[in-house]
């Protein structure tokens, strides 16, 4: 079936460094993208979104890119500080045989920063 | 602005009892879900809710699930009966209407004995 998957399950970083996390999505019909962060004993926390008619966006410290030739994802994180250390989730919307959307999550990567 | 509020943090029971959980979403949210996320997994949806219906309860296993969402504000999900293989930490979501941001609160852990 229809899926989201990542490349790297774990990334370790050092603190200051940049770092990029890769999604692979299946669905060519999904629509909207959102990456969350998740920290132990806490529910994902929203970090950033995009849509389809877009290929990049931009927040503090974070970049998410998409590329839907490919189908690929990626949020990339500047500066990477220890309080960035959480698995990160990306998710796919796509419409869940209904007019409403449906998220669908990702296994997630953890991401380990250094002092 | 407060965020979803969930409880119990923590619930523990035995297997064939029966277990109920609240959601108060963020204020003015039209859309509510309920997540099933086993350890080492991504969450998945079980229900969604338009104000006080259903529009999406395809992956809830509903000979042992259920869920309510009455006046379209706070919601309950329900398991009866419980087995092993529901032990997961149970989150709720909202948003402010279809695909927009979803905001999770901290989650239910289940532990089934």
């Known amino acids: 079936g229809e899926s989201v998957g990542l490349h790297l399950p774990t990334l370790s970083v050092q603190e200051g460094d940049n770092s990029i996390i890769n999604c692979a999505y299946s669905?060519?019909?999904?629509?909207?993208f959102i990456w969350y962060k998740q920290e132990s004993g806490k529910g994902p926390q929203f970090i950033i979104d995009?849509?389809?008619?877009?290929d990049k966006r931009q927040g503090q410290r974070v970049t998410v890119l998409l590329n839907k030739t490919v189908k690929h994802l990626s949020l990339q994180i500047a500066a990477t500080q220890p309080g960035d250390s959480a698995v990160y989730f990306c998710?796919?919307?796509?419409?869940?045989?209904?007019?409403?959307?449906?998220?669908?999550f990702g296994q997630g990567t953890i991401l380990t920063v250094h002092p | 602005e407060a965020g979803v509020a969930q409880s119990p943090r923590y619930k523990i029971i035995e297997k064939r009892q029966s277990v109920a959980f609240w959601c108060n979403p963020i204020s003015g949210h039209a859309t509510l879900y309920w997540y099933q996320q086993i350890l080492g997994q991504g969450p998945k949806l079980l229900i969604q809710f338009q104000n006080n219906g259903v529009v999406d309860d395809s992956q809830l296993p509903k000979d042992r699930f259920s869920a309510e969402r009455l006046k379209g504000v706070d919601s309950t999900l329900k398991i009866q009966p419980a087995k092993l293989e529901d032990s997961a930490v149970y989150l709720c979501a909202s948003s402010v209407m279809d695909r927009q941001p979803q905001h999770f609160g901290d989650g239910t852990r289940l532990s089934i004995l």
């Open positions: 669905n060519s019909a999904s629509d909207y």
């Open positions: 998710a796919e919307n796509t419409s869940g045989g209904t007019s409403y959307g449906k998220l669908t």
């Open positions: 995009i849509r389809s008619n877009m």
